[in-house]
């Protein structure tokens, strides 16, 4: 059974860090991109970061560019995303998931397998 697990998520102030990771188990994705997603509440799902297969293109939505780093290790099956000098707009579960594609997705219908998500809540 696949599966993608996300942890690390928490409660953090305003211009804090945290780290999440993503395990996969299953398979692996060594040959895939993955990404993070988050949806805050009322609003749709959208691309956080992605990051190819080999971890050589990495892409990030402007609103996270220079503040979240997006990393993995193949050899671990494991995700990361780095998040630095978080905001309170960042609140939102994260959602790791992994693209059927290797080199980049930027479409949620891109992806194959979701994680369960993991609560990050920035306090002003």
């Known amino acids: 059974q696949v599966q993608l697990v996300e942890s690390g998520g928490g409660l953090v102030q305003s211009g804090g860090s945290l780290m999440l990771s993503c395990a996969a188990s299953?398979?692996?994705?060594?040959?895939?991109?993955m990404g993070w997603f988050r949806q805050a509440p009322g609003k749709e799902r959208e691309l956080v970061a992605v990051?190819?297969?080999?971890?050589?293109?990495?892409k990030y939505a402007d609103s996270v560019k220079g503040r979240f780093t997006i990393s993995r290790d193949n050899a671990k099956n494991t995700l990361y995303l780095q998040m630095n000098s978080l905001r309170p707009e960042d609140t939102a579960p994260y959602y790791c998931?992994?693209?059927?594609?290797?080199?980049?997705?930027?479409?949620?219908?891109?992806?194959?397998?979701w994680g369960q998500g993991t609560q990050v809540t920035v306090s002003s």
């Open positions: 998931a992994a693209s059927r594609y290797g080199t980049t997705a930027l479409a949620i219908n891109e992806y194959e397998y």
């Open positions: 299953g398979r692996t994705f060594s040959t895939n991109a």
């Open positions: 990051i190819s297969w080999s971890g050589a293109y990495t």
